[in-house]
């Protein structure tokens, strides 16, 4: 009976731990998107006759995106970023990953640490350094606006790639590797019918940690391109600053609209890697 009382008080106890997350969920998650969606479908009314002010509920936000050559450019443009930065970073981050997940080469996870280091230092001064040095190369961002951009992005990005690859490298089934180069498959075959779809948790995770804060990056575009290419975090920022509250909500909005299928994405192949065993 005792037992039993002790272990309802403990498990009661281990529900109050949970408040503080509650607090925090609620405070800076639940509330400030709360905030945003109020905004985003809102729009300041003036009455003529009495000058009074108030909000009222409007479409006005979503039709300004939408009707928005500029605005839909500057997505489309984020897009186009985002999605090459990130393809540039698989090509460059898979082979490096699958080289560092080689315990024949790397013995102690130094290397690992080396890739990852860059991401200790201040993210500003690393694009500040960067531009130093293309500018140094004669890659500057008043000739070389999006050549310069993409190169910010892949410096800062590629990191967020080679971590998560190595995680899901080093837990290659290497008997099934080893199987089918016995079989005589050549190295491309055993390439894409065997390391890659092992591999497929880790490309995802790579690609959400990569893609979606290139989206919303602003300070690299600002500072390589020299203000000549606008991002959506650029545009998102600039409403915010002329005030432009209902439309920068909006955009903000959409932005984790953007988020959402990530994440479903995301939870999709971890339920797949669970209901399989882990294994690909």
Do not use: H
């Not at 310069?148 to 590797?177: C, E, H, R």
């Not at 909005?253 to 959402?260: K, T, Y």
Request: charged content about 15%; overall charge positive.
């Amino acid at each position: 009976m005792k037992s039993t009382k002790a272990k309802r008080f403990f498990a009661l106890q281990r529900k109050y731990l949970c408040i503080p997350y509650v607090i925090f969920l609620l405070l800076f998650i639940l509330v400030p998107i709360g905030i945003i969606c109020f905004y985003a479908f809102t729009y300041e009314y003036t009455d003529p006759v009495t000058n009074q002010t108030w909000m009222r509920a409007s479409g006005e936000a979503f039709l300004n995106f939408f009707t928005s050559k500029s605005k839909l450019n500057v997505l489309l443009v984020s897009l186009f970023i985002a999605t090459l930065t990130t393809l540039i970073c698989l090509i460059i981050g898979f082979p490096l990953a699958y080289f560092l997940a080689d315990k024949k080469v790397n013995k102690n996870a130094v290397l690992v640490t080396l890739f990852i280091a860059p991401m200790w230092i201040n993210f500003v001064l690393r694009t500040g350094a960067t531009r130093d040095l293309l500018t140094w190369m004669g890659i500057n961002g008043g000739n070389y606006p999006y050549l310069a951009t993409l190169i910010g992005m892949v410096q800062n990005y590629l990191p967020f790639v080679i971590l998560p690859l190595y995680t899901t490298m080093i837990q290659l089934d290497k008997s099934q590797i080893e199987a089918a180069r016995d079989l005589g498959a050549n190295p491309t075959q055993v390439l894409f019918k065997n390391i890659i779809p092992q591999a497929v948790p880790g490309i995802v995770s790579a690609c959400i940690m990569t893609f979606m804060p290139t989206m919303s990056s602003y300070v690299i575009s600002d500072t390589l391109s020299e203000g000549k290419i606008t991002l959506f975090g650029n545009y998102i920022e600039l409403e915010f600053t002329n005030k432009a509250w209902n439309d920068g909500s909006f955009m903000a909005l959409v932005m984790l609209v953007f988020i959402a299928i990530t994440m479903v994405i995301s939870q999709k192949f971890s339920k797949d890697e669970e209901r399989d065993g882990g294994k690909w």
